[in-house]
């Protein structure tokens, strides 16, 4: 009686522990360093939108030309449009804590490729507050950082392309035209 009690436990625990999962890894777009002044400007975000393919939980790479995959470990801490949010807030804001225009985003297109690159493409509009839409500024940015095989990586490339961004955004609020794209 003992050793089908044994065969049976044995048989429960191999069970239980072939169905582990492995843990869950949460990453942010807003960097362990803080964002630093630009020229003392407060930019407020009006709005950001992302494409639907994206903007979940879970970090979402392209593999080959035409698929993707949603990684079942790798998790932004909030949904991509809420993480963009606070990593541009976080890049936008002097401290000083007086808005002095405010942007619009539009992200085309977020490709994370691990062992290539981290792309974003971005639509966005800025505008000085208190001004009138003969102010309203449209600018596109392309931003491409080359990435290593892993997922934080990955993540620390987009990080940069973000504080890139941050940095196109501030430069056009600032002296009132788009900047150059590279």
């Given amino acids: 009686m003992a050793l089908p009690l ?20 949460f990453h942010t777009l807003t960097p362990a360093q803080p964002g630093v002044s630009r020229n003392g400007a407060d930019i407020a975000i009006e709005s950001i939108s992302v494409p639907p393919q994206v903007d979940r939980a879970q970090i979402v790479i392209r593999q080959g030309n ?15 449009a809420d993480e963009l949010r606070g990593a541009l807030a976080d890049q936008l804001s002097s ?18 490729i691990p062992g290539q690159y981290a792309l974003i493409d971005v639509k966005w509009r800025v505008r000085p507050l208190g001004a009138t839409d003969a102010a309203l500024l449209t600018c596109r940015s392309v931003l491409q950082t080359s990435s290593g095989p892993s997922i934080e990586e990955l993540v620390t490339a987009q990080q940069n392309n973000v504080k890139r ?18």
């Fill in 95 to 112: 401290g000083v804590g007086q808005q002095r225009a405010s942007v619009r985003v539009d992200v085309q297109r977020f490709d994370s």
């Fill in 165 to 182: 961004l941050a940095g196109q955004i501030t430069q056009a609020a600032t002296g009132s035209r788009c900047p150059p794209q590279n």
């Fill in 66 to 80: 035409s698929g993707v995959a949603i990684l079942d470990t790798d998790w932004w801490s909030a949904t991509l």
């Fill in 6 to 25: 044994k065969i049976t436990l044995l048989a429960a625990f191999a069970l239980l522990t072939a169905c582990r999962s492995d843990p869950i890894s």
